[in-house]
């Protein structure tokens, strides 16, 4: 009995977690990439886009660059849809003179 309700408690837990998947970072020219990420589940788009966020952060400071968000979207639960973020971006030179600038983020 004490089985079944651990078992019980686990599917609810992955159930509420849902499955995640993502594109990885795809390259889209020259120093700018995208990230796209769905979840199966009980959640909306934002905890997609903060893990799609950390990811490209990840990327970039593996290559001893700075990131620089330049697009974002957002879509939240539909019928016979998933939840899912992109985040566009660019990975920039610490001393590249665009990091001076005001970040402009289009948000979807």
Do not use: H
Not at 35 to 56: H, N, S, V, Y
Not at 82 to 96: G, I, M, Q, R, S
Request: proline share 6%.
């Amino acid at each position: 009995m004490k089985a079944k309700i651990i078992l019980l408690f686990g599917l609810a837990a992955l159930i509420v977690a849902g499955c995640m998947t993502t594109s990885g970072v795809t390259p889209m020219g020259q120093d700018t990439y995208m990230i796209a990420r769905t979840q199966w589940g009980f959640t909306g788009p934002a905890p997609i886009k903060a893990e799609a966020l950390k990811e490209a952060e990840d990327y970039c400071k593996k290559q001893g660059k700075v990131l620089r968000v330049t697009k974002t979207v957002e879509i939240g639960i539909k019928f016979g849809s998933e939840p899912a973020a992109e985040v566009y971006f660019k990975c920039l030179d610490p001393n590249d003179p665009e990091l001076k600038k005001p970040a402009v983020i289009e948000e979807v």
